[in-house]
């Protein structure tokens, strides 16, 4: 996963948490899916005038729809319950530094959301690798495969937006800014059995 450049790889032993509970990383997962698609269309929200930037973000909320439905489709067939929205410490911290990143100017304000969105992407791509390979549930395993490709796709896409419509900005340098405080958030996680606990 070399096209992520995330600095801190997951512990492959995270994966044993997430099987002591698999109703508790199901529930997460599929609230991730569903925060992604509203975050796609804020995006749509705040930059309506970009028709590329809607189309493709169009595209993004649908298909975190779809995966949020499939993932509820693995909670019922298996007698779960979906639970109740969970809270994303991870995301919140990242958030927290795209927040205090924004200086003002439309150009800025866009790559940030875009660095925020995909890192996300890049890091829950990194994380359902790790399930796929280490995972004994062999439905799991094919799913989180299968998710893996299209995390990566959606990581491309905001990076690529980034680069399209940062103005001035220095997009290549500013990733690298990302990736390094990100591996300084994502250090304290993997103890817990959720996406990016």
Same mark, same amino acid.
């Given at each position: 996963m070399s096209i992520l450049r995330l600095q801190l790889p997951t512990d492959p032993r995270w994966v044993e948490l997430v099987e002591s509970n698999?109703?508790?990383? !199901?529930? &997460?997962?599929?609230?991730?899916e569903q925060k992604a698609a509203t975050n796609?269309?804020?995006?749509?929200?705040?930059?309506?005038?970009?028709?590329d930037l809607v189309t493709d973000m169009l595209k993004i909320a649908q298909e975190e729809i779809a995966h949020f439905e499939m993932v509820? &489709?693995?909670?019922k067939k298996r007698g779960y319950k979906l639970g109740r929205? @969970?809270?994303?410490?991870? *995301?919140?911290? !990242?958030?927290?530094?795209?927040?205090?990143?924004?200086?003002?100017? @439309?150009?800025?304000?866009? *790559? /940030? @959301?875009?660095?925020?969105?995909?890192?996300?992407e890049a890091r829950s791509c990194e994380r359902f690798k790790v399930l796929s390979e280490n995972i004994?549930? /062999?439905e799991l395993s094919r799913f989180y495969r299968d998710l893996m490709e299209s995390e990566a796709g959606h990581y491309t896409t905001f990076i690529?937006?980034?680069?399209?419509?940062?103005?001035?900005?220095?997009v290549e340098k500013r990733w690298k800014e990302w990736l390094a405080h990100e591996a300084t958030i994502i250090a304290r996680y993997g103890k817990k059995e959720t996406i990016h606990g």
């Open positions: 698999i109703e508790e990383i !199901l529930t &997460d997962h599929a609230w991730c796609a269309i804020t995006i749509i929200t705040i930059n309506s005038d970009y028709e509820h &489709d693995i909670i929205e @969970r809270k994303d410490d991870y *995301v919140g911290e !990242l958030a927290k530094y795209m927040k205090a990143n924004t200086n003002g100017s @439309r150009e800025n304000g866009f *790559v /940030e @959301r875009m660095m925020f969105s995909a890192m996300i004994k549930d /062999e690529t937006y980034a680069r399209k419509y940062g103005g001035d900005i220095d």
